[in-house]
T-cell receptor, first 114, second 114 residues
Framework: DTGVSQDPRHKITKRGQNVTFRCDPI?????LYWYRQTLGQGPEFLTY????????KSRLLSDRFSAERPKGSFSTLEIQRTEQGDSAMYLC????????????FGQGTRLTVV | AQSVAQPEDQVNVAEGNPLTVKCTYS??????LFWYVQYPNRGLQFLLK??????LVKGSYGFEAEFNKSQTSFHLKKPSALVSDSALYFC????????????FGAGTTVTVRA
């Protein structure tokens, strides 16, 4: 499968614990994005990378969130000291550079904080 | 700021009838417009996009969309709906000046009855 893959698909964690999600983009794509989707809402932009550089972060991304993309390949999204409000679907997407190029999404990681 | 409105939470049609899912947008510059579909427990799948040129755009699975600049709309259409088209549909916009960030509507649930 040459699409965007995310791991794990589901994560249940206790409040206050740290969690880390992984995203493997389509190999030739140099742009990688993270979005968050809650029930009944469309995805909301969190952050994006061009190669290994994190070029934009949403105000939604509090200090407890950190994302990395070492060597411009896979990416990780870490949430520290999780809160119940962090429960959501976390979507990763990738695209090639160029105006108007579409983003391809992974199947997401569903986080439940109990 | 850029935004998308999908005025209908739900659209119900009979199989074989035309399907329309409405979308209006707001951007400061020229828009890049996209439609995605989401099936239960799945990521978003790209359907079609408008970048420039012909206002009628054709995409996957028999879907098409019409860009209307004066009405700032990008409605999704399918001449003859199938039961398998039942899913959650998202319209998204990207400003050509900030060509990384997609802003999504809240989504429209389409139900096609046999």
């Amino acid at each position: 499968d040459t699409g965007v893959s995310q791991d794990p698909r589901h994560k249940i964690t206790k409040r206050g614990q740290n969690v880390t999600f992984r995203c493997d983009p389509i190999s030739e794509h140099n742009r990688l994005y993270w979005y968050r989707q809650t029930l009944g809402q469309g995805p909301e932009f969190l952050t994006y990378f061009q190669n290994e550089a994190q070029l934009e972060k949403s105000r939604l991304l509090s200090d407890r969130f950190s994302a990395e993309r070492p060597k411009g390949s896979f990416s990780t999204l870490e949430i520290q000291r999780t809160e119940q409000g962090d429960s959501a679907m976390y979507l990763c997407a990738s695209s090639s550079r160029g105006q108007g190029t579409e983003a391809f999404f992974g199947q997401g990681t569903r986080l439940t904080v109990v | 700021a850029q935004s998308v409105a999908q005025p209908e939470d739900q659209v119900n049609v009979a199989e074989g009838n035309p399907l329309t899912v409405k979308c209006t947008y707001s951007v400061s510059g020229n828009p890049y417009l996209f439609w995605y579909v989401q099936y239960p427990n799945r990521g978003l799948q790209f359907l079609l996009k408008y970048i420039t040129g012909d206002n009628l755009v054709k995409g996957s699975y028999g879907f098409e969309a019409e860009f209307n600049k004066s009405q700032t709309s990008f409605h999704l259409k399918k001449p003859s709906a199938l039961v398998s088209d039942s899913a959650l549909y998202f319209c998204a916009v990207r400003d050509h000046l900030n060509d990384y960030k997609l802003s999504f509507g809240a989504g429209t649930t389409v139900t096609v009855r046999a």
